[in-house]
Nanobody
Framework: VQLQASGGGLVQAGGSLRLSCAAS????????MGWFRQAPGKEREFVAG????????RYADSVKGRFTISRDNTKNTVYLQMNSLKPEDAAVYYC???????????????????WGQGTLVTVSS
């Protein structure tokens, strides 16, 4: 699968953005999907993950209650709705796909085999 992330941009603190990740191919519903982010000088970190059906989600503690991951398997797209953005949310955001069958949601980076190119989110204070 090929993944194309979009929707990043500049937003003021407290604002919102919605990221999208469009997948190619006809087997999108087979993939567990996730969002990760990497800020300058920091390691890439897990943000949110979603099961194949969309019925199960997981979030990093730092974004719980503010971010929502969702997917539309009819559109081969996964979304990340980001509300109440903080300056510390600024990063390059990556979507990722996993075919690991033993999990409903994957939070570990090394378990994802497919990665999008990243979209930059900048949050001004």
């Amino acid at each position: 699968v090929q993944l194309q992330a979009s929707g990043g941009g500049l937003v003021q603190a407290g604002g919102s953005l919605r990221l999208s990740c469009a997948a190619s191919g006809r087997t999108f519903s087979s993939y567990l999907m996730g969002w990760f982010r990497q800020a300058p000088g920091k390691e890439r970190e897990f943000v949110a993950g979603i099961s194949r059906s969309g019925g199960t989600t997981r979030y990093a503690d730092s974004v719980k209650g503010r971010f929502t991951i969702s997917r539309d398997n009819t559109k081969n797209t996964v979304y990340l709705q980001m509300n109440s953005l903080k300056p510390e949310d600024a990063a390059v955001y990556y979507c990722a796909g996993s075919l690991r069958s033993e999990f409903s949601v994957v939070v570990t980076e090394r378990m994802y085999s497919f990665w999008g190119q990243g979209t930059l989110v900048t949050v001004s204070s």
